[in-house]
């Protein structure tokens, strides 16, 4: 007979789930006498209502807490290094603050200071770059070599990387403001760019030189070290990030593949660029008071070899580079200020609902629901569906992150059970729900609609569905993951709208895989790591998100399909100096790509929101309309925005261009 | 606002949210945070103290400790509520370990606890919220160990694992305690199970 503690701990799992004493006993019918009273008093125990604290007690650890947070947040101010070596040696040295430790022995720690002052100025000089005013310092004694040695002419010298190995694009990003960071221009753009290593002299002994061309360039028998962007600063100057995954042939992207993203709806990859236009006064330009100052390029260094076997094939071609992301026009300034938000309508009634996602066509609304924690998987909630206009509200199914098919006919989303979760597809006129695959994270259609995409322990596995919905064939990788990331079926992912490219990534480290029909998928990491808001247009050409790179802090940032040009709209600080701390917690597009409305949430409630229109220039004005908006949904067709308001999802038209 | 309008249930994504605006020491992230925990962390040590006021104190420390570890927490993608509260416990745990240890060595100090009683006299509780007073006090006076998986599983709703996360326990040691918990916890009470259903 099984262990009386193994049996009573899965009817405890049971009970807590919803099941009765009774279904509990009725399953272990040898042990039923024993289970009962232990049974009972476990029902009556998850039924007792919990102790709770006076509100005086409350009220005390609150003003308790308080007090600590204010300490952390000083001690972490005052740990903050200085601003600049100057700025430090100024406080180490201030008679005012350091009066009462001074000894008769302080002019030896003066003198000892200014040695290392002075080691310190040299070593600074010594390792400035090009672009530093304090390298004309550093290149007088090179000079002085130089004229020594009888070498004609002025000669710039890039400071290489020196290396012992061969050439080779090693790709270690770049980070570099490339316009000047004022109040009129608060984009930041962050300019990634590859650094090819190269031997300090060539082996003809000749000097290395600057470029000034555009586009970083490599070439495997030049011994030119090259870093664009440094040194001329092309308005929206874009390059590559950084490694290229290369799967073991196991797991190729291979050329039957079924994820083959049909013309009609696959948009070309190539970009439309608009040349960078002056930019106008905006109406609102958000200041960026915590801007970075511009400093040397930093390289960030180089990213973890993923976990699968490299492949041999020489990587001497330049990685691609990608054209800037289209610049706003004038015309769409004015977008800015004239849309607004009227004729508020509330669509649901419920204790709390949850705006999932628009059907293609934008006729109905995906929602989600609490439901009883004894219903099952504590994860899973109620999956409702009703029209546009709220009416002909019904449940599809229990389960999580549903999404809809791309002809809207289907709805497919994860569910928990006793083997863990599975993904599921319902049709949205409701119907039996399918099992299709086990094991899964998240999952999304594939924008052909004939395949399935999921996350899995691996990586991001596809499997071709009929038009039933249901297996077609065998579930492959497309996205090998494993030893790339910790716990692949956890990480966060988003597939562009024309199938070409995906971002995926967990805590820090995020990457953009493209995803060419019949081609291995490439990997780059990104040099940003993104929080919980992100939005593709709907033609899949850039996506906007919440997130942070270690140079430029928090805010609002876009970039291409491919990861190209992640550029900085606004900071975080911008929102906070309007009054309101918090973060970005919904983003979402007009239909036309123009513009997006940006919200940005305290953490308290929906009438602490603020919520912008923002264009891709990074030129914000407030969304006109009722206030109290959470989490706003642009309707496919641009009439309407979904919104959340005290738990239940409301409606509004957009006025406006 | 007051506590009866507090929500004190979120969901992964805003959870999400929070956690990376506390990690930044946002003053209403880190209220949030309060706000969600602080009767949670205050039924958890008043079962091992049994003295409201000193409860209230231990859970306001117990919540700074959080404060400043939770930079460090890193958060999931995935179940972000259910990781977060079980390091949470963790800390809490630990934090009442040390807490006793303290108290054991500064000799100074008597437990307000009374320890295991073999029955309580509950002939009179007839009211569902006196029979709810006596229950909780029922399980506070079970050893430490077993009052501890019992408010985890049953009041966090914490699976087998959780609580052995939380204990520093294996699951099969969870199960066990578990066990004797509700069998301790039977004998304690039977007397007014038996008034009950005379």
Redesign the interface.
């Known amino acids: 007979m099984r262990q009386?503690?193994?049996t009573?701990?899965e009817c405890?799992?049971a009970l807590?789930q919803g099941a009765t004493v009774e279904q509990c006993l009725a399953r272990y019918p040898g042990q039923a006498d024993e289970l009962a009273?232990?049974l009972g008093?476990?029902a009556?125990?998850?039924q007792?209502?919990?102790?709770?604290?006076?509100?005086a007690?409350?009220e005390?650890?609150?003003s308790?807490?308080?007090a600590?947070?204010a300490q952390?947040?000083a001690e972490?101010a005052a740990a903050a290094p200085p601003h600049g070596p100057i700025r430090a040696l100024v406080a180490r040295l201030s008679p005012q603050e350091h009066q009462p430790e001074r000894s008769p022995t302080g002019w030896l720690d003066a003198a000892l200071l200014t040695a290392i002052g002075l080691a310190v100025t040299v070593l600074v000089i010594m390792t400035s770059p090009t672009n530093s005013p304090l390298y004309p310092l550093r290149s007088l004694p090179e000079k002085a070599v130089a004229w020594l040695l009888g070498t004609p002419g002025p000669v710039e010298i890039v400071r290489p990387i020196a290396t012992d190995h061969p050439p080779t694009p090693t790709a270690g990003p770049t980070v570099t403001p490339t316009e000047p960071l004022s109040s009129d221009t608060p984009p930041v753009s962050i300019t990634v760019v590859t650094v090819a290593t190269a031997t300090p002299t060539s082996p003809s002994g000749s000097t290395t030189s600057t470029t000034t061309g555009a586009t970083p360039t490599w070439t495997p028998n030049s011994t030119t070290h090259v870093i664009p962007g440094s040194v001329t600063s092309p308005p929206t100057q874009t390059a590559v990030l950084t490694h290229t995954l290369f799967p073991t042939p196991t797991t190729t992207y291979a050329p039957s593949a079924t994820i083959t993203p049909s013309p009609t709806r696959t948009p070309s990859l190539t970009w439309t660029v608009e040349p960078p236009t002056t930019t106008p006064v905006p109406a609102e330009t958000p200041v960026a008071t915590d801007t970075p100052s511009p400093r040397p390029t930093s390289t960030v260094p180089p990213t973890r070899t993923p976990g699968v076997s490299p492949s041999p094939r020489p990587t001497s071609t330049p990685l691609p580079t990608h054209p800037p992301l289209p610049t706003a026009t004038a015309a769409r300034s004015s977008a800015l200020s004239s849309l607004r938000l009227v004729d508020e309508v509330q669509l649901t009634r419920r204790e709390y609902a949850?705006f999932r996602t628009w059907s293609p066509d934008g006729t109905f609304i995906l929602f989600t629901v609490?439901r009883p924690?004894e219903a099952g998987d504590?994860?899973d909630r109620e999956i409702w569906v009703m029209s546009r206009d709220g009416a002909d509200q019904r449940q599809l199914a229990a389960g999580q992150s549903p999404t809809f098919s791309p002809d809207g006919q289907r709805v497919a989303y994860t569910a928990g059970g006793p083997a863990g979760r599975a993904v599921w597809i319902v049709p949205v006129v409701g119907g039996e729900p399918q099992r299709v695959v086990g094991e899964a994270?998240r999952q999304a259609f594939w924008p052909t609609g004939d395949t399935l995409l999921y996350s899995t322990v691996e990586g991001l596995k596809a499997v071709t569905l009929t038009p039933a919905g249901t297996l077609a064939g065998k579930p492959e990788v497309r996205v090998p993951l494993a030893g790339l990331v910790e716990?692949p079926q956890?990480?966060?992912w988003s597939v562009a709208p024309h199938g070409g490219a995906a971002v995926f990534g967990?805590?820090s480290r995020w990457w953009v895989a493209r995803l060419a029909p019949g081609e291995t998928p490439q990997l780059y990491e990104l040099p940003v790591r993104l929080?919980?808001s992100y939005a593709w247009t709907h033609d899949g050409t850039a996506f906007a998100f919440a997130g942070a790179a270690e140079s430029f802090g928090s805010g609002l940032y876009l970039m291409g399909a491919e990861g190209s040009g992640p550029r900085l709209l606004v900071t975080a600080n911008w929102f906070s100096s309007r009054g309101v701390?918090?973060?970005i917690?919904s983003l979402t597009w007009a239909p036309d790509g123009s513009v997006l409305v940006v919200e940005w949430?305290?953490?308290?409630s929906s009438e602490d929101s603020l919520v912008y229109v923002a264009d891709r220039a990074g030129r914000f004005q407030p969304l006109d309309g009722l206030g109290a908006h959470e989490n706003l949904h642009w309707s496919p067709d641009g009439q309407v925005m979904a919104f959340h308001r005290n738990g239940n999802i409301w409606l509004a038209h957009v006025e406006g261009p | 606002m007051?506590?009866s309008t507090l929500k004190t249930?979120i969901?992964?994504?805003?959870m999400?949210?929070?956690l990376?605006?506390a990690q930044r020491?946002?003053?209403?992230?880190?209220?949030?945070l309060?706000e969600l925990y602080?009767?949670?962390l205050?039924?958890y040590v008043?079962y091992r103290v049994r003295d409201?006021?000193l409860?209230?104190?231990l859970?306001?420390?117990i919540?700074?400790q959080v404060?400043?570890s939770v930079p460090a927490f890193?958060?999931?993608?995935?179940?972000t509520v259910?990781i977060f509260s079980g390091w949470l416990f963790r800390i809490a745990h630990n934090y009442l370990y040390h807490f006793y240890r303290r108290r054991e060595r500064e000799e100074t100090v008597t437990l307000p606890a009374e320890r295991p009683a073999e029955t309580m006299d509950l002939t009179r509780l007839v009211e569902d919220q006196e029979r709810?007073e006596a229950?909780?006090a029922a399980?506070a006076s079970l050893p430490e160990a077993q009052h501890e998986v019992?408010i985890l599983?049953?009041?966090e709703?914490m699976?087998?694992a959780e609580v052995g996360k939380v204990m520093g326990r294996s699951e099969?040691a969870v199960?066990?305690l578990?066990?004797r918990a509700?069998?301790a916890?039977?004998r304690i009470?039977a007397p007014c199970e038996a008034e009950a259903s005379q």
Do not use: C
Not at chain 1, 601 to 604: D, E, F, I, P, V
Not at chain 2, 25 to 32: K, M, V
Not at chain 2, 74 to 79: K, N, T, V, Y
């Open positions: 009386l503690e193994t009573l701990g405890l799992d807590l009273p232990l008093l476990a009556q125990i998850a007792t209502r919990p102790l709770t604290m006076s509100q007690g409350f005390r650890g609150r308790r807490v308080r600590a947070i952390a947040r972490r949850v609490p924690p504590p994860n994270g716990e956890y990480v966060r967990a805590g929080d919980v701390s918090g973060m917690k949430w305290s953490g308290r | 007051t506590r249930t969901s992964d994504e805003d999400a949210h929070l990376q605006r020491y946002d003053l209403s992230a880190l209220d949030r309060y602080a009767d949670r205050y039924r008043w409201a006021d409860a209230e104190d859970a306001a420390e919540f700074v404060i400043q890193r958060i999931s993608a995935r179940d259910a709810e229950l909780h399980i019992l599983r049953f009041w709703r699976s087998h099969g199960k066990v578990q066990h509700l069998a916890l039977r009470l």
